[in-house]
């Protein structure tokens, strides 16, 4: 099962700014030097620059307290000092989901009015569910293992718009923070049991004489061995393995039902048994190349888009011996030398939901409606608990592109300058950006081709509502949520009077900024020794959008 939904060609402006992305990465090591001056001998303090550049990868904004505190460390003190905060509980206790929601029954018959009750349930429930996130990532104890599920959350995609029941995309989520930093190797026998899995890819359909492929071919191209690293043999036969794997109505529990289960001899990489699901999963943890997939993705995620093959093979082997300890091969990546290279630092684009949920952190501010900063990431094309397909979103320079970029400047704006915030119904739909689907009680309307936009239930009867009044009533929601922020640059910066304002200034920038900065926006504040345009500068230039 593949689902895909219209991408909108590129536009001369998305193409000057993928231009600007690669100006960036081109300039960064000219920059860089001015910051990193030579490599930090390792028992060494490792400074406030390298403290910045950990802080900002692993977690979700940086802040000068965090910078001071990691930059007394040398950078394997820092590194462990990180994976030793792994939490596999929220700090936040998760909304309560209503208890008369279940699975619906094969072959039920909902009235109208009964699918439209339900279809509004799940819509509340699921973007409270999204506000619970966003204020987990804010109040965590451990930033890495938020970042780490939300790597997970992208790596194993389930999406509300097919599981349709907000509870048991909750379980799953709790399923990836508790292994976040874990074993892989349980991560992947707890993931693929998930219920938010099993129907996702359709293992509920998957039985004797009649298997389904969806999750045998998934589970090898996407989450373990890579594209071209099986054979059609090797999915069909892993099929018949996992034929019994479903869940319970209408709990919606994960349970194995032996009578459809296929218990003759299958042959899968050449090895011959009667094998179940989880002996599948073992043989696919028995190949080498599952530990370098997962470490070429780790790597994209935290060092650098193009993965050095060498580094990625050698660190995969250790990964492998010491059983899939992620921590072992985290802690590798990030003890690189790649990654602390000055040619990489400044190379990533953040995600909206890094970028959404950075700001708040790193200028202080807590939102009274967290629900409403998940939908300006919706709005900037990161849908939590709704990626755009099985692949998940391909993240990188795809996130800033003609329908995202504005969206991303109004928010940054917004947050510097709130009095700045747009005040009409068009600028409004503009800030929350094209790509902003509904999570109230309302439905979007299909797409032309049929498709349901990300976040809807499918086949619904949902009451359809013009898009783009959708759009502004989301819009007008951020905008009011921003407008309640109470975030002052000057007191933010410690503008007091008295106080070393160069000095404090020079220190915002470093918080802020990952590479001196494109514009000479920043400069000219700092000369005039404004703390408001200053932020607003900071925030708005380009570079502000990369780690």
């Not at 999963?281 to 070429?296: C, N, S």
């Not at 005040?423 to 049929?450: C, E, H, K, L, N």
């Not at 922020?485 to 990952?514: H, K």
Request: glycine share 6%; hydrophobic share 45%; charged share 20%.
């Amino acid at each position: 099962m593949r689902m895909s939904f219209p991408v909108r060609p590129a536009e001369p402006a998305l193409m000057r700014v993928a231009s600007s992305l690669g100006f960036l990465r081109s300039f960064a090591w000219l920059c860089v030097t001015t910051l990193v001056l030579a490599p930090t001998p390792a028992a060494a303090a490792m400074g406030p620059d390298d403290a910045r550049h950990l802080v900002a990868r692993t977690g979700f904004g940086v802040t000068a307290a965090e910078i001071d505190r990691f930059a007394k460390l040398d950078r394997a003190q820092a590194v462990d000092a990180l994976l030793a905060t792994a939490h596999p509980q929220p700090d936040i206790a998760p909304p309560r989901f209503e208890d008369h929601a279940s699975v619906p029954a094969p072959g039920r018959s909902l009235t109208p009015e009964e699918r439209r009750e339900f279809v509004r349930d799940q819509n509340q429930q699921t973007q409270a569910l999204r506000g619970w996130w966003v204020e987990q990532m804010l109040a965590t104890t451990s930033p890495l293992t938020e970042r780490m599920t939300l790597f997970w959350h992208n790596h194993f995609v389930s999406s509300q718009q097919k599981v349709r029941l907000a509870r048991l995309m909750y379980l799953q989520n709790a399923t990836f923070r508790a292994n976040a930093l874990g074993s892989f190797r349980t991560l992947l026998h707890a993931a693929a049991r998930e219920p938010a899995m099993v129907v996702y890819l359709d293992s509920v359909r998957n039985r004797k004489g009649a298997p389904n492929e969806n999750f045998a071919r998934e589970v090898m191209e996407l989450f373990t061995l890579g594209e071209g690293r099986y054979t059609e043999q090797d999915v069909k036969e892993a099929a018949r393995a996992f034929t019994g794997w479903s869940i319970e109505r209408p709990s919606g529990a994960f349970v194995d039902r032996p009578r459809l289960h296929d218990d003759a001899d299958k042959t899968v990489f050449g090895h011959r048994g009667r094998y179940d699901g989880d002996d599948v999963l073992d043989l696919i943890l028995a190949r080498p190349e599952t530990a370098r997939f997962i470490v070429g993705k780790l790597w994209r995620e935290f060092v650098s888009p193009d993965p050095d093959a060498a580094a990625v093979t050698r660190i995969a082997a250790d990964f492998q011996r010491a059983d899939y300890d992620l921590k072992v091969a985290l802690r590798a990546l990030l003890l690189e030398p790649a990654f602390w290279a000055a040619e990489h630092r400044g190379t990533l684009v953040k995600s909206p939901v890094e970028l959404v949920v950075g700001t708040l952190h790193t200028l202080g501010v807590q939102p009274d409606n967290a629900a409403a900063f998940a939908t300006a990431s919706a709005g900037m094309s990161q849908v939590l608990f709704a990626p755009p397909n099985v692949k998940g979103w391909p993240g990188g320079d795809t996130w800033i592109n003609s329908t995202t970029l504005l969206a991303r400047k109004q928010f940054l704006a917004a947050i510097a300058h709130p009095a700045m915030a747009p005040s009409d119904d068009v600028q409004a739909t503009a800030m929350i950006g094209v790509a902003a689907t509904p999570m109230g009680d309302a439905a979007m309307p299909p797409a032309r081709d049929g498709a349901r936009m990300p976040g809807i239930v499918a086949g619904s009867d949902a009451p359809v509502v013009d898009a783009a009044l959708q759009r502004a009533r989301a819009a007008r929601v951020v905008e009011r949520a921003l407008a309640r922020l109470q975030f002052g640059p000057a007191a933010w910066i410690g503008a007091q009077p008295g106080a070393d304002l160069p000095a404090r200034l020079a220190t915002a920038q470093r918080v802020l900024l990952p590479l001196p900065p494109v514009t000479d926006d920043v400069a000219e504040a700092r000369a005039q020794r404004d703390a408001v345009l200053f932020v607003r500068a900071a925030l708005l230039d380009p570079v502000y959008e990369l780690k």
